[in-house]
Every structure is written in C-alpha cells, then in structure tokens.
Nanobody, 126 residues
C-alpha cells in the first residue's frame, strides 16, 4: 500500500479550472496504477481518471474526457488531475487512489485500489 494526501480542491466557477495533486509515500507507488474517483452527496463513488505505472496509458470517464487530464511524476511520487471547463455537475469530493490493478477492464472499479486519500472538496458554481 501507499499513503496518499490530496490537495488543490476548492471553489471554482463554471468554465473555470482547478488542479488537484496527490502526494504518495511508500515504495510501491511507482508500480501502482493511480486513479481519481469522486463522490457527490447521495451518490456512489465514481471513476474519474486513471494512469498506468509508466504514464503511457491514461483512462477517463466519458463525463470528463477532453476536459480533465491525469498525469504522474514517479520521481516526485505525485499524481495530478488538471480539471478544465468545469461544470456544476463536477461538484464532489475527489479521492486519489492507488492499487495493483491487474486488468484494464477493472480500472474503473474502486475495489481494485487498496490505497485511498482522505478526499478534497471541489465545488463548481453556476
């Protein structure tokens, strides 16, 4: 497992941008798939984006494709989520997650990730 700490959440207007960062500690970070999930009030936690250990492969939910970009820096043990063209429906608590995801088809499944951050609130006003 790795320990994860998110930062960068806050309030933005619709059409604006925010950048979330996640710092990891632990030796397994570089071998882990890293992802971002979000959970809005009254809703289940949902997949947002993920990136493979080598940064060569990225995956996005259809709802954020073309607006959000996930990246990682293995030298600094960080993973980031650049969020542009924000919409009110992006409002949620965002969680950084890491895990030894074995199959690409499972990359959107929260149970594939064994490490989670505490979450950071993102609020988008209309």
């Amino acid at each position: 497992q790795v320990q994860l700490v998110e930062s960068g959440g806050g309030l933005a207007q619709a059409g604006g941008s925010l950048r979330l960062s996640c710092v990891a500690s632990g030796r397994t970070f570089r071998s882990y798939t890293m992802g971002w999930f979000r959970q809005a009030p009254g809703k289940e936690r949902e997949f947002v984006a993920a990136i493979g250990w080598s940064s060569g492969n990225t995956y996005y939910a259809d709802s954020v494709k073309g607006r959000f970009t996930i990246s990682r820096d293995n030298a600094k043990n960080t993973v980031s989520l650049q969020m542009n063209s924000l919409k009110p429906e992006d409002t949620a608590v965002y969680y950084c997650a890491g895990g030894p995801v074995q199959r690409i088809v499972l990359i959107t499944t929260p149970t594939q990730y064994d490490s989670w951050g505490q979450g950071t609130q993102v609020t988008v006003s209309s």
